[in-house]
């Protein structure tokens, strides 16, 4: 059964620095082909792919948010982590990972960690 | 990057129509496109990949279809569980762009 948790700190200020993981099993990230990407979806809007991380440890990037983006992976393979610095209000957002293989769809997704910017 | 134009904004409709929802890419996709279906509070799910495949456990009354680079989402014998908001997104190229959704209520 492929799962995929998402935790993250809930609230933060403007300037600082947010930090994602994405907890998952059922699968390996060590899979040929496989890929964690993280997505982002403003309340009430659609949404932002911003970052990829596949089996072989390429990265991926939207080049909107590049300059403010790092997404790795730990040595055993069950998480990956994003780092957003510089964040503004825009940044509120619920943010998901979720699974694909190579350029596929997405078939699996976290449940989402809502994530607020406010001083 | 490459822009997925999704329409109608919004549809109401009744219990056992027929709806559909279109997407325009800006550029060829190649039919590397996906269709999922976003209940509030929950994360999308999966409905339609590659343009027309059906995810397993998706109700047959979905399907998907292409006509250059315009692609649709049919959904028959609209179910009350069926309301929801639907995003198209294609998996052609880096970075995956997603349309801005369409909001499907049952009257």
């Known amino acids: 059964q492929v799962t995929l948790k998402e935790s993250g700190p809930g609230m933060l200020q403007p300037s600082k620095t947010l930090s994602l993981t994405c907890s998952f099993s059922?699968?390996?990230?060590?899979?040929?082909?496989?890929?964690v990407s993280w997505i982002r979806q403003p309340s009430g809007k659609s949404l932002e792919w911003l970052a990829a991380?596949?089996?072989?440890?390429?990265?991926y990037y939207n080049p909107s948010l590049k300059s403010r983006l790092t997404v790795s992976k730990d040595t055993s393979n069950t998480q990956v982590f994003l780092k957003i610095t510089s964040v503004d209000i825009a940044d509120t957002a619920t943010y998901y990972c979720?699974?694909?293989?190579?350029?596929?769809?997405?078939?699996?997704w976290g449940q989402g960690v809502m994530v607020t910017v406010s001083s | 990057d490459i822009q997925m134009t999704q329409s109608p904004a919004s549809l109401s409709a009744s219990l056992g129509e027929t709806v559909t929802i279109e997407c325009l890419a800006s550029?060829?996709?190649?039919?590397?496109l996906a269709w999922y279906q976003q209940k509030p509070g929950k994360s999308p799910q999966l409905l339609i990949y590659?343009?027309?495949s059906l995810q397993d456990g998706v109700p047959s009354r979905f399907s998907g279809s292409e006509s250059g680079t315009q692609y649709s989402l049919e959904i028959n014998s609209l179910q009350s569980e069926d309301a929801a908001t639907y995003f198209c997104?294609?998996?052609?190229?880096?970075?995956?762009?997603f349309g801005a959704g369409t909001k499907l209520e049952l009257k």
């Open positions: 979720a699974r694909s293989l190579s350029t596929t769809a997405f078939d699996y």
């Open positions: 059922g699968f390996s990230l060590s899979t040929s082909g496989m890929v």
């Open positions: 991380i596949d089996w072989d440890g390429d990265k």
């Open positions: 550029e060829d996709i190649y039919s590397n």
């Open positions: 590659d343009a027309s």
């Open positions: 997104q294609q998996h052609h190229d880096y970075p995956p762009t």
